[in-house]
């Protein structure tokens, strides 16, 4: 126990006077070993909602008072010995009379030491009774805030359950009505389509009607521009035949006129010939009437 390392628990305490000192106490040994602030943390949950500098705070106290108890052990490990040691004593001394001063002074020094181990100890334990009850208080404080917190997160979930069923009713009459648009929508567009399909078969007949009488209008036109064609060549025929016919009627005219003119032209030239052969037979005279 003197020399025990209450830093690492693999080396546990185990002499017998130890674990003594340790059961008369209430100390589990276990307790003594000094740990870490995550395991104090870990050991005390109402210490998760402490702050920081209290936390340490609390940790500084805790470990006080193992320091505390480890000394208490100690001095009751050595109240132990002497006990022993005094019980080995008494015998002794109902051989020597010599030594019954030195042994009720030694007695009476160990009832002191008793006492004030006692002491000690009581002060301690009301010291760790205090610690107790305020962890017992920071768990009750702890399970309050844990049942506010728990209270608080069924409210919130309450909230948001119906939150969530509102937002789902509201979904569902959004839904509802887009599917109600959706639906009018579709219709209007079939109703727009069977329209548009029937208008658009009606012009597709008519555009039929009108391609048959284009088809009929061309095949008219056709025989039209035959019929007219065959009329023009007839035509063609027969104008060609009248001016053949004309151009010999005219070259007939022509000749005979020329003909006629030939004649004329010979008679006027034989008409002129007798004037000439007059005139001249007149100068003739003339000239021989003048001479004589």
Known sequence: MENADF??????????RSLKACKELGVIPNELYQISLEEYKTQNPSSFTLEPKLLKYRYDGYEKFRNETISMVKKRRNIIISKENNSKKSYNIRKSKTDNDFIVRSLINVKERERKALE?????????????IEDQINKE???????????????????LNKEKKENEMMKKKADDEINERKKKIEEQIQKK?????????EQFKMEEEIERQKQIDYDNNQKR??????????????I???????????????EQKDKT????????????KKQIKKTKKTNKTKKNTQQI
Do not use: C, G
């Open 120 to 132: 000690n100890l009581k002060n301690a334990q009301r010291k760790n009774i205090k610690v107790i």
């Open 225 to 238: 521009l035959l019929e007219e064609n065959e009329r023009f060549h007839q035509r063609k025929q027969e």
């Open 261 to 272: 003119t030939d004649e004329r032209i010979q008679l006027y030239l034989e008409k002129k």
């Open 7 to 16: 830093t690492n628990k693999s080396n546990m305490i185990n002499s017998p």
């Open 141 to 159: 404080l702890y399970k309050k805030m844990e049942l506010k917190k728990e209270w608080r997160l069924q409210k919130r979930e309450e909230k």
């Open 193 to 201: 389509e069977a329209l548009y399909l029937a208008k658009l078969k």
């Open 240 to 254: 060609r035949e009248k001016m053949e016919k004309n151009l010999e009627d005219l070259r007939m005219r022509i």
